[in-house]
Structures are given as C-alpha cells and as structure tokens.
C-alpha cells in the first residue's frame, strides 16, 4: 500500500528546532513555529528548559510592546464570551490578540478548568488570535512563570494585545497582578448583596470593575450594582495615586459597553504613563519574577537533592504525628542541603 502524500511543510513542522529555528520562526509570526515555543516552554525536560531559556532571553528584546490585560471574575460572570467578543472587537481594529490562561486547579488537580478552545471558537479560528491553557502540571508558582515565558513568546510573535484570564479564587490574581498592566475584573448584577463573596484583596487588585450581561431587563440592575461598586471602591485605597478604579457596564452578548470599557483601558495606560508608573510597574515585576524565580529554582534543587529527598518522608511523618516541630523539621533539610537555618 503506497504511503499517503506528506506535504513538505508537515516534515518541517515535525523536525527538530534549533534555538535560533525558534527564535526566527517566532520573529516571522509562524504560528506552528509559536506553538511549538511555547510547548518548549512548558517542558520541565533539563535540556527543554535549557533551550527556552536561550530563546526567551534572545525573544526578549522584541517583547514588551503589547498591553497586557489581566482578566478574572466570579463564576458566572461569562468570561469567556466577554474575552471572546472583546477580542473580535480589537481584531477588527487591526490588534493581534493572545490569551493566556492561569488556571490554580491545573497545579492541584492536573485537570483544567481554563484555557478550553472551544470556549472561544469564533476567536480561535481567527489567524489574528492565539488562545493558550496554562500548564496542567507543576506549582501554582511554575504555572505562573511558564505564562511569562509565553507572553514573551507571543509578544515577540506580533501580538499586541496578551489578555491573562483566571477564575477569581485569590492567589492566582496575586500572580496575574504581577505580570499585567491592567487588572479587569468581570462581576453580575443580581447576586443579592453585590459585594458578598468578593474577596477583598482580588477587588483591591482592580483597576477597573466591569459589571456583564447588562442587557435586556438587567440593564437596571447592572447600573445599581455599578453604583454599589463604586461605592464600594471609594472606600479603598487605590494601587496607584495615578489611577483611580473605574467602574463600567457592559454586555458580552449584545457589544454594548465594549468600546467603552477598552477606552477605560487605554486611559489607564496613558494616566500611568503620564505619571511615569507604567514603565517604573513593569520593572518593580521584572525584579519580582527575578525572586519568584529564585524561590522556585531553590524549592527544585532542594526537592531533587539525593540527602534532602531520603529525609522528607520521615521528616514529614514526624512532624504530622507530633514527634518533632515544623521548624525542627524544616532546619534539618536546610542543613542537609548545605544551607544554615537562621533563627
């Protein structure tokens, strides 16, 4: 039986890449070669990590030119038709738009509750977005700096736009904040007390609060909840003495509110900018993903250390059952990892 016909550009895709293959291919705006960056980045393979270290640090310098835009929201909320029908808006306005997803049950579980394509068919198809899910496997932390690596990667790809989505539950916006230039949270109207169950440290990250599914007879009550939001802001001290959070209406389904919620985003930009903190933000989390990095880097080598590794099990046993302290614990593999515990 004759083998079936293989297109050439099949045989290049499937080859093995070199770092400066990547770094050309990424550069061009090749979408197979970009997927196949970011798949480098998410190996814990030594020599993947090797090799995407070197490529993110030769991407690095055609990256940073894109608005990055982090997204969360309570459930129900309707991210993902809100992402999606915000991305079409920019692609019609000639912006390439990514989207990335940090998802906290992906580091738990190994499932994933974020990042679905088919969430996003109509912006998935289009040439002018990439949707990418978080890593399913690894620390919260690792997911965190894998999505990093990736903005680089699509920055450096022609993206202009790199929109960061999590699902609402505390740490992960933490770690969003930490990479983004605008912080939007997706809230409904019609949940009884429209500030219960917001955690207040996600409402504080907010620079700007979107009140969805303002539509047909919910128009009202996504105006009073606007309202009791804003009120709600009033009383918190705000990120910046730059910005102030705004509050805004909007409806993923019908479009309303759209355009002018994204030009609460771009006045976010040009009031930090104007003030010098957009460029002074970015590098305060330069220096933050350097110390996250350290930390993580030092939990692995302790973690993979042949002496530290033979302790744990023990050393966790002793401390669950009473037998020795936390600390007790904690001083015994620092020190035999080479490392003096200070008191």
């Known amino acids: 039986m004759p083998h079936p016909k293989i297109h050439s550009t099949q045989i290049a895709r499937r080859r093995k890449l070199s770092v400066s293959d990547y770094v050309s291919g990424v550069l061009a705006g090749d979408r197979v070669t970009i997927g196949r960056a970011i798949t480098l980045v998410e190996s814990t393979l030594p020599a993947h990590e090797a090799m995407a270290e070197q490529m993110i640090l030769q991407l690095l310098p055609h990256s940073g030119h894109a608005l990055r835009v982090g997204i969360t929201g309570i459930p129900g909320a309707g991210?993902?038709?809100?992402?999606?029908?915000?991305?079409?808006?920019?692609?019609?306005?000639?912006?390439?738009?990514?989207?990335?997803?940090?998802?906290?049950?992906?580091?738990?579980?190994?499932?994933?509750?974020?990042?679905?394509?088919?969430?996003?068919?109509?912006?998935?198809?289009?040439?002018?977005?990439?949707?990418?899910?978080?890593?399913?496997?690894?620390?919260?932390?690792?997911?965190?700096?894998?999505?990093?690596?990736?903005?680089?990667?699509?920055?450096?790809?022609?993206?202009?736009?790199?929109?960061?989505?999590?699902?609402?539950?505390?740490?992960?916006?933490?770690?969003?904040?930490?990479?983004?230039?605008?912080?939007?949270?997706?809230?409904?109207?019609?949940?009884?007390?429209?500030?219960?169950?917001?955690?207040?440290?996600?409402?504080?990250?907010?620079?700007?609060?979107?009140?969805?599914?303002?539509?047909?007879?919910?128009?009202?009550?996504?105006?009073?909840?606007?309202?009791?939001?804003?009120?709600?802001?009033?009383?918190?001290?705000?990120?910046l003495p730059s910005w102030s959070p705004q509050v805004t209406t909007c409806s993923a389904r019908t479009g309303a509110g759209l355009d002018e919620l994204w030009t609460l985003v771009m006045a976010h930009r040009k009031a930090l900018e104007a003030a010098g903190d957009f460029a002074a933000h970015r590098r305060e989390q330069l220096v933050r993903w350097m110390w996250s990095m350290i930390h993580e880097r030092l939990l692995t080598a302790l973690r993979e250390d042949p002496t530290v590794r033979a302790l744990i099990s023990p050393l966790e046993a002793a401390v669950s059952n009473g037998q020795v302290t936390a600390s007790q614990a904690a001083t015994e593999l620092l020190k035999a990892f080479g490392i003096a515990a200070r008191s």
């Open 79 to 239: 991210k993902s038709t809100f992402i999606e029908a915000l991305g079409i808006r920019l692609m019609a306005q000639s912006h390439k738009v990514a989207v990335l997803a940090i998802d906290p049950s992906s580091a738990l579980t190994g499932g994933s509750i974020l990042g679905d394509k088919t969430r996003m068919q109509e912006l998935s198809a289009n040439p002018s977005a990439f949707i990418r899910p978080s890593p399913s496997e690894g620390s919260l932390g690792g997911v965190a700096r894998k999505t990093r690596e990736t903005m680089i990667v699509c920055e450096a790809g022609g993206f202009d736009v790199v929109i960061v989505e999590t699902v609402g539950t505390g740490q992960s916006e933490t770690l969003v904040n930490d990479m983004v230039d605008c912080f939007l949270l997706l809230l409904v109207a019609g949940a009884g007390d429209e500030l219960q169950g917001i955690k207040r440290g996600i409402l504080e990250l907010a620079d700007i609060v979107a009140v969805n599914k303002a539509d047909g007879d919910n128009v009202e009550r996504a105006e009073l909840a606007r309202r009791q939001y804003a009120n709600g802001l009033h009383f918190m001290r705000p990120k």
